[in-house]
């Protein structure tokens, strides 16, 4: 059974860098099968796609945060990593990551139990 | 890219069937069979529902279906139960390889 789990600062101050690790088991993010995410949900609000990666290197980011997002992979850890830079109060939300099937499987199927992430000073 | 368009809430009686429906475009949607549907209950992370326009994983009731027409897919619950009230949410990949989400559909069980 694969399982997703976040870590990383429950507060960042504006202007600075969020970042989150997501350490899997149960399962090899090396695996040419599926892609590695992340999604985020502010406070009562929607969920927003962040963007995903495959170990090969292939990335898809959302545009909207593009030029803000890095998502990384960690083989010798089994983890996935994103980083935000410049955050405003408008990146407050619960931050997830997320596994997804390969070969244009674009859905879901595991997620992690999500990580708060407040920015404030 | 715009989010996909969902109705913010829908209802129904034990028993009854919904519909919630999810409305895209000819870039998203309307192009690929790649809509999918994820269950929310409040305070729990989101579970896949529907993969694929109409596939369920494993383990999840055959209550649950998911159809498409044109650029509008949709979730029908039938045989509401009182644990399916949740919020209920569709994605669709998009022809710039961008995954889109609804704005969420609030379902009550009265």
């Known amino acids: 059974q694969v399982q997703l789990q976040e870590s990383g600062p429950g507060l960042v101050k504006p202007s600075e860098t969020l970042s989150l690790t997501c350490s899997v088991t149960?399962?090899?993010?090396?695996?040419?099968?599926?892609?590695w995410g992340w999604i985020r949900q502010p406070p009562g609000k929607g969920l927003e796609w962040i963007g995903s990666?495959?170990?090969?290197?292939?990335?898809y980011y959302n545009p909207s945060l593009k030029s803000r997002v890095t998502i990384s992979l960690d083989r010798s850890r089994n983890q996935v990593s994103l980083k935000l830079t410049s955050v405003t109060a408008r990146d407050t939300a619960v931050y997830s990551c997320?596994?997804?099937?390969?070969?244009?499987?674009?859905?879901?199927?595991?997620w992690g139990q999500g990580s708060l992430v407040t920015v404030s000073s | 890219q715009s989010a996909l368009t969902q109705p913010p809430s829908v209802s129904g009686s034990p028993g009854q069937s919904v519909t919630i429906s999810c409305t895209g475009s000819?870039?998203?949607?309307?192009?690929?069979?790649?809509v999918s549907w994820y269950q929310q209950p409040p305070g729990t992370t989101p579970k896949l529902l529907i993969y694929?326009?109409?596939n369920r994983p494993s383990g999840v009731p055959d209550r649950f279906s998911g159809s498409k027409s044109g650029n509008t897919a949709s979730l029908t619950i039938s045989g509401l139960q009182t644990e399916d009230e949740a919020d209920y949410y569709c994605?669709?990949?998009?022809?710039?390889?961008?995954?889109?989400f609804g704005g969420g559909t609030k379902l009550t069980v009265l």
């Open positions: 990666l495959h170990h090969s290197g292939t990335t």
């Open positions: 149960g399962g090899s993010i090396s695996s040419s099968h599926y892609f």
């Open positions: 997320v596994r997804q099937p390969g070969q244009g499987g674009w859905f879901l199927d595991y």
């Open positions: 694929e326009v109409r």
């Open positions: 994605t669709s990949v998009t022809t710039s390889s961008v995954l889109l």
């Open positions: 000819s870039s998203d949607i309307g192009y690929y069979d790649r």
